[in-house]
């Protein structure tokens, strides 16, 4: 298709996310993609800050996942998973088991991190339902989490401050916490304490507690301190809480560590797992929770088994891309090539600390984020990103980066540089 045909039709035919039909965004159509790079219709090429939004940590094109996907291809594409069962999904649970060093023996797949969200929500659900406790029908979440587009994942949303807030009346009713204060690289200054008073007050009425572990991502780009999830953890056990991690933008090494919940000194109920599983391939999500788990939930005191089934649950194209985006993450060197990466954000980001626009600067593990006082004019400064030959999606007042691990040095102090200077000529003329 020619370029102007594709410009034309996407606006006529297609509607991109979080956008207006009625004054819709600009797009830049993208010709072929491979390694860091995004080349456009004109063979530019686009250093990718965003890996697609969290999920194409091997780069695109990876051979190894290329070559894994078309031998299942091969063999098949899909079956239903009712009654049904393949070798790449009883591969992955095993090669998830493993990655997680046994902690949750008890796997459900799905569509999306949105689903995942929906699903570990019902599972808290079906689980009091199983124990008896028909009256623990709310969740209690954070200000400043983002769950998910869904409509439980939206109700989870912070319900003033995000994309969702408009939504508020037609929404599941849930019960929110402050977000946890305390920066993940300075003291804990006890900010459980309030969740512990909402906990004392509604834990009769709570299900389950759903936290994004030491990042809150598209609520805000906040890192908080690990010993907040030790505490949490403690008073959902007191409590009998189920504690739902939702790790779909944060799992797979991008903090640093394979999940981020392994900053803390716990393990979660049950784990939301998404967005890099495939290594960006293919939608594809998980949900990981115990066997004693699973069991309660399906106990003949509720409905007696488990009421959830996507068409596409456990794609074996899926899976076989998820396996092999698992493999590569096992031979590498993670908390080098993550260490690596955040050395060389660090070094450039923090210059950005002195710009008098700039609010806050953030870094840990794959993650840059620049966070200013006025939002920013999302238009313009993508432009001056292309003009510089990165790809990079500011939202609000917030640039951010999470490149994919396999991105160079070269590339990565380019990408950085032009985020900054980016920055200063879009806010200088202001």
């Known amino acids: ?22 004054s819709p965004s600009d797009t830049f159509p993208i010709k072929r993609a491979e390694g860091e790079f995004l080349y456009l219709y004109d063979n530019k090429p686009l250093i990718d800050g965003m890996s697609s ?50 902690r949750f023996d008890k796997f459900f797949y799905c569509d999306s991190g949105s689903v995942a969200v929906e699903v570990a929500v019902k599972m808290a659900f079906q689980y009091q339902m199983g124990k008896g406790n028909k009256k623990r ?3 209690l979440s954070f200000k400043g989490a983002y769950h998910g587009d869904t409509f439980m994942a939206m109700s ?10 408009d939504f508020g009346g037609v929404l599941h009713n849930n019960i929110f916490a402050p977000r946890p204060k305390s920066d993940f690289f300075e003291k804990y200054n006890n900010d459980h304490l309030e969740t512990a008073a909402l906990l004392e007050e509604n834990a009769e009425n709570i299900a389950a507690v759903i936290i994004e572990p030491v ?13 907040f999830l030790n505490k949490i953890k403690s008073l959902c056990d007191y409590y009998d809480i189920l504690l739902i991690f939702d790790e779909i933008a944060t799992g797979f090494g991008r903090t640093g560590k394979m999940f981020a919940f392994e900053y803390s000194n716990i393990t ?83 210059e950005a600390s002195e710009f008098p626009f700039v609010k806050d600067v953030r870094i840990l593990g794959g993650i840059g984020v620049i966070e200013t006082f006025e939002d920013v004019n999302i238009k313009t400064l993508t432009d001056k990103f292309i003009k510089r030959g990165v790809w990079v999606r500011p939202f609000k007042n917030l640039v951010y980066i999470m490149p994919p691990y396999i991105i160079s040095e070269k590339s990565l102090k380019k990408l950085c540089k032009s985020v900054l200077d980016g920055l200063w000529e879009d806010f200088s003329k202001k």
């Not at 999920?55 to 299942?72: E, R, S, T």
């Open 1 to 22: 298709m020619e370029f102007e045909d594709l410009i034309k039709n996407d606006k006529k035919l297609l509607q991109h996310p979080y956008d207006s039909s009625i």
């Open 53 to 102: 939004w969290w999920c194409v940590i091997h780069g695109y094109n990876n051979n190894f996942i290329n070559d894994a996907l078309k031998k299942q291809i091969e063999r098949m594409s899909h079956i239903m998973f009712g009654g049904l069962t393949h070798e790449p999904a009883v591969n992955l649970a095993e090669n998830l088991n493993e990655i997680i060093k046994g």
């Open 137 to 139: 029908n709310k969740i």
């Open 156 to 165: 989870l949303c912070d319900p003033v401050n995000s994309m969702h807030k």
């Open 215 to 227: 990042v809150q991502g598209a609520g805000g780009m906040w890192f908080y301190h690990p010993e």
């Open 268 to 350: 979660p109920d049950i784990i939301c797992l998404g967005k890099a599983i495939t290594g960006g391939y293919m939608s594809f999500a998980a949900v990981g929770t115990t066997k004693n788990i699973m069991d309660r939930v399906c106990s003949p005191k509720g409905p007696g088994a488990f009421m959830h089934g996507p068409t596409f649950m456990a794609n074996p194209l899926a899976c076989e891309c998820a396996n092999a985006s698992i493999r590569l993450l096992k031979q590498m060197e993670l908390s080098k090539t993550l260490s690596g990466i955040q050395k060389i954000i660090s070094n450039y980001f923090s």
